[in-house]
């Protein structure tokens, strides 16, 4: 098991969201300036791609884009994670060992920080939302029924889920690596390009989208969305769980084989 | 320093001569961090990858994107990488982190060196890896020039290579503008907003409706830190915009150090 002890696990998240709320509340216009260029960079993602399909030969219209791009910005603000970046310096600058002197997990740390930031700042940026929905609304289109959002909601779910082992992996190689600062931007990039934050998957050629699918990083952020637009069949979204949830397991058993040999060697040092 | 500031040539010599042993040292850090080195040439690669699909995924089967074809954009995104990683690794991450020593209060040790307090806190460090990802702008550019140097005018050359220190130096500006904030409100979250408005410069300038055309060319000139230099080389601009630029840069680093003037007055040393 990941987590030994569940009900202590979910109590420290929730005390862990209280405590984060109020340390990000302290810093008000800082999450405000967040939300504002978290909501220019899908615009402007817009309207470049409006551009694009407006031209001859495109293989989408400007209502895919629009309707992609805005709802890949709710979605990234709800899968986001910084388990990658917290807990790696945590681990470089030597104070993980407070993690191992707890009686309790540190991801329920982690996750009840990720959780709070979360709520919060999907709040905050309803304003900016709606605004921006209201703005291209005329080109915005989506399938909504009772079957597409509770797909949507599992995949939403399990898309956290994999982002959330990914980051922490990813963060356990700071045991192994201390100069993680050019690998961890590496990382990022991979992200951004491979789960569709920049390019939609139905604009990618099709010789790289069959890698793509079978790489986790979709079904981290694009493939909810895409569930939503409706530009998948049922088989689409049958494979896409499938993958999503092999994907979750094999991370659950990489992350644990990690987890156990990092602790192994483990010196705290800090550096 | 203050004996040396009556003779202006004098002063540029003592900030070179002080900028030059930065670079020594961090030359020096970067053999002990060959790791981060290699990570940040491997990005710069990858990033070149990643950006070829993306400008073929929007340029479509016509290969032209807004009046562009496929490699004049391949040119504006190499300038635009050029700009951002140089700056990054010169004086934005420096700037990045002023928020941090002034929670610290490490800000202090930067007033006590015989420097300017604007040198202190942009230059006090050179970022070698960070300066790696330079070959993704080197590679595009350099591929734009072999496919077209029958083509380019051989003042194109020097009229580019001097927008793209405009280009830098407005960069500077906007990051120290930004920065001066810090000393009023700290984690205000300003520079997250910058980001995105600069990620614009790396398309062309035209996608734009004419107001943000005006906002891009005046007041955060955006175009200047790819698509005006890219024009240059292409040979379609008219020569005034090197007076335009060069006019533009000084009122801006003008604007930038009265600004930053204004708001150290209120620094109070606490940590």
């Not at chain 1, 991801?107 to 939302?129: F, H, N, Q, W, Y």
């Not at chain 1, 994907?247 to 800090?270: D, H, N, P, T």
């Amino acid at each position: 098991m990941l987590i030994q002890n569940p009900k202590q696990f979910l109590n420290v998240v929730l005390k862990e969201i209280q405590l984060q709320f109020s340390t990000e509340l302290e810093y008000r216009l800082q999450i405000i300036s967040w939300v504002i260029s978290d909501m220019v960079f899908p615009v402007i993602l817009t309207v470049i791609w409006s551009s694009a399909a407006s031209s001859a030969g495109a293989k989408f219209t400007t209502s895919d884009i629009v309707s992609y791009f805005l709802m890949i910005a709710i979605v990234l603000k709800l899968t986001e994670d910084v388990s990658h970046k917290y807990v790696g310096n945590k681990i470089i600058f030597g104070e993980f060992s407070n993690y191992l002197s707890k009686p309790f997990n540190y991801l329920a740390e982690v996750l009840g920080i990720s959780i709070s930031m979360k709520i919060l700042r999907t709040i905050i940026a309803l304003p900016m939302i709606i605004l921006v929905f209201t703005m291209f609304n005329q080109y915005i289109s989506y399938e909504i029924n009772n079957t597409s959002i509770i797909l949507f909601i599992l995949a939403l779910i399990l898309a956290f889920s994999i982002n959330f082992l990914l980051g922490n992996i990813f963060a356990l190689l700071s045991f192994f690596v201390k100069q993680i600062q050019g690998l961890r931007a590496f990382y990022d990039n991979i992200v951004t390009f491979l789960s569709g934050q920049v390019m939609p998957i139905f604009a990618i050629p099709t010789g790289a989208v069959f890698i793509i699918i079978l790489l986790p990083f979709r079904y981290t952020l694009s493939f909810p969305v895409e569930i939503l637009i409706g530009n998948l069949s049922d088989i689409d979204i049958r494979n896409g769980f499938i993958i999503s949830i092999i994907w979750l397991l094999l991370l659950i058993v990489i992350y644990k084989f990690m987890y156990r040999q990092a602790i192994k060697s483990y010196e705290a040092e800090g550096i | 320093m203050k004996q040396k500031g009556y003779n202006p040539f004098m002063k540029i010599r003592y900030y070179l001569n002080v900028w030059i042993k930065i670079v020594q040292a961090s030359l020096s850090r970067a053999v002990a961090y060959r790791l981060e080195v290699i990570a940040r040439t491997f990005r710069g690669v990858f990033l070149v990858a990643v950006q070829i699909i993306f400008l073929n995924a929007i340029a479509g089967s016509s290969k032209s994107f807004a009046g562009w074809t496929i490699d004049q954009l391949y040119l504006i995104t190499g300038i635009f990488n050029l700009i951002t990683y140089t700056a990054w690794a010169t004086f934005s991450i420096n700037l990045w982190r002023l928020e941090e020593k002034l929670m610290k209060g490490e800000f202090d040790f930067i007033l006590l060196k015989p420097m300017s307090s604007i040198f202190g806190a942009s230059f006090t460090e050179f970022f070698i890896d960070d300066f790696m990802s330079v070959i993704s702008g080197i590679i595009l550019i350099g591929y734009y020039i072999a496919m077209h140097w029958s083509e380019i005018p051989v003042y194109g050359y020097f009229a580019t290579l001097f927008m793209i220190i405009i280009g830098i130096l407005l960069w500077y500006s906007w990051d120290l503008i930004i920065s001066s904030f810090d000393f009023f409100i700290l984690k205000n979250g300003f520079r997250s907003i910058k980001e995105q408005f600069n990620s614009t410069a790396r398309f062309p300038t035209g996608i734009w409706s004419s107001n943000l055309q005006v906002f891009f060319y005046v007041i955060f000139p955006a175009a200047f830190m790819g698509t005006v230099p890219a024009q240059f080389l292409i040979g379609n601009i008219s020569y005034m915009f090197l007076v335009y630029g060069f006019v533009l840069a000084i009122i801006f680093l003008f604007i930038a150090r009265s600004i930053w003037n204004l708001c150290i007055r209120n620094y109070t040393s606490v940590g």
